[in-house]
């Protein structure tokens, strides 16, 4: 009898591999695909973490970002509104400024205006007085009026006038393309009128037909123009100094007043 039963060993080959089999079949491939699944889950999952982990730090630098945009946002604002602060403290004081200048300039104005009346209407009452007065005294002294005497006068200046004062007036006179002009502070009676005019044709050889008005302004004075020539005499000429004297006064005085 053998020692080996190959028929035996055999079937147990055959047993153990299908068995094998079996378990490879039935147990090992469902475990080895569940460790497969848990692996990919696992791995799937440590993915997933990774991707939430650099999202949440991609979140966390956009907000850093923003955080930093947002500070140098709010120090451009801070910056800005003190700039704009400081440009309306500015504006505001330059507004103060000007609208102090401009009422200083104002209460100058309205102060040499003041002084401009006030020198008017003091050379205005002055020349009536003289005027009034220089009236009086050569009625009570020569029993002339002073009408008379300013014509008198102005006859004697025609007559005084220089040679080439003479010729200038001569040829003014002659090449005139408008009419003479004599004006007078009073209504002129017409001997008068004929004096002025016979001593113009005697003095510069002219015979004339002037035109005569009445000018209240000139203060019992008398003028002749044509063409931008003219020979005057009126009591205004001899105010001139004391006028200059007065506004001298009211000027030192207004000026004392604006400092005050």
């Known amino acids: 009898m053998p020692l080996i039963d190959w028929f035996t060993v055999i079937a147990q080959v055959i047993n153990f591999l299908i068995l094998v ?3 490879k079949r039935f147990l090992y491939k469902p475990i080895l695909n569940a460790v497969d699944a848990r692996e ?3 791995a799937d999952e440590l993915k997933n973490a990774d991707a939430k982990e650099a999202e ?3 979140e966390k630098d956009e907000f850093k970002q923003k955080n930093e945009e947002f500070d140098q946002q709010r120090n451009a604002l801070f910056n800005k509104a003190k700039e704009d602060a400081k440009a309306e403290r500015q504006r505001l004081f ?3 400024r000007k609208e102090a200048s401009d009422l200083r300039a104002k209460q100058q104005e309205a102060l040499r205006n003041e002084e401009q009346n006030l020198s008017q209407e003091i050379g205005r009452r ?3 007085e003289v005027f009034n007065i220089a009236r009086k005294v050569l009625t009570d002294l020569a029993g002339t ?4 005497r300013t014509v008198d006068v102005f006859v004697q200046r025609l007559h005084s006038l220089k040679d080439d004062e003479k010729k200038q007036l001569a040829s003014a006179l002659s090449a005139s393309s408008g009419q003479v002009l004599i004006r007078t502070a009073f209504d002129l009676p017409q001997a008068q009128r004929d004096s002025v ?3 113009i044709k005697e003095t510069l050889g002219i015979e004339i037909q002037p035109r005569f008005e009445t000018a209240p302004d000139l203060v019992s004075g008398i003028e002749l123009t044509t063409d931008g020539q003219k020979v005057a005499w009126s009591i205004a000429d001899y105010l001139s100094s004391l006028q200059k004297s007065i506004d001298d006064l009211i000027k030192e005085k207004t000026a004392s007043k604006a400092r005050a």
């Open 145 to 148: 009026s002073l009408e008379e």
């Open 94 to 96: 330059e507004q103060v």
């Open 40 to 42: 990919k889950k696992v």
């Open 197 to 199: 005019k016979k001593t």
């Open 56 to 58: 949440a730090q991609k």
């Open 126 to 128: 002055t020349q009536q």
């Open 21 to 23: 089999w079996l378990l």
